[in-house]
Antibody
């Protein structure tokens, strides 16, 4: 069974940092581009960042460029999202996705004082 | 930037009746490799998105055949031939040719 499990979400103050993790199983993780997609409360879907299977290409949405960093460790079947200088508008459920084939259940990030 | 526009945004449907969702892109979604990267996702209440259709008309494994996708260039459609109760949720189109840009979502509910 394919599984993607996110962790690391929580409540953080504006300007703070969080590191999200996502671990995959049931598929060949190292073959997949990995993505982070977020969904603000009651809103639609926004791709935040992706990293290719080998990690050689990385890209970010303009809304997070310079503040978020994506990384992966294929030996651990994991992808990470380091989020710095968080803002209220970053409040969302963050999903990791293997390409767009498989999706996790998401982890909630709340940025509030 | 590519803009994906869905209509309608709300779709009340009678059980057993058909439903259709339109998705229009501000740019042609035909890629330089000749493929058109347009997908459809279903998000049931409280769940994560699930892909139904990829590359315009290819149904994912396990997706009922009452779901079908069609279109080309900038205009695309998702059809449900006979709506069932489990189809309630929000449906998103997404272009994968340029980045991943999602439509605003169409909420399907039962009348």
């Amino acid at each position: 069974e394919v599984q993607l499990v996110e962790s690391g979400g929580g409540l953080v103050q504006p300007g703070g940092s969080l590191r999200l993790s996502c671990t995959g199983s049931g598929f060949t993780f190292s073959n997949y581009e990995m993505n982070w997609v977020r969904q603000a409360p009651g809103k639609g879907l926004e791709r935040v960042s992706y990293i290719t299977a080998s990690g050689d290409i990385i890209n970010y949405a303009d809304s997070v460029k310079g503040r978020f960093t994506i990384a992966r460790d294929n030996a651990k079947n994991s992808v990470y999202l380091q989020m710095n200088s968080l803002r209220a508008e970053d409040t969302a459920i963050y999903y990791c996705a293997a390409f767009h084939d498989y999706w996790g259940q998401g982890t909630l990030v709340t940025v509030s004082s | 930037d590519v803009v994906m526009t869905q209509s309608p945004l709300s779709l009340p449907v009678t059980l057993g009746q058909p439903a259709s969702i339109s998705c229009r892109s501000s740019h042609s979604l035909v890629s330089s490799d000749g493929n058109t990267y347009l997908s459809w996702f279903q998000q049931r209440p409280g769940q994560s998105p699930r892909r139904l259709i990829y590359k315009v008309s290819n149904r994912d494994s396990g997706v009922p055949d009452r779901f079908s996708g069609s279109g080309s260039g900038t205009d695309f459609t998702l059809k449900i031939s006979r709506v069932e109760a489990e189809d309630v949720g929000v449906y998103y189109c997404m272009e994968g040719t340029y980045w991943w840009t999602f439509g605003q979502g169409t909420k399907v509910e039962i009348k």
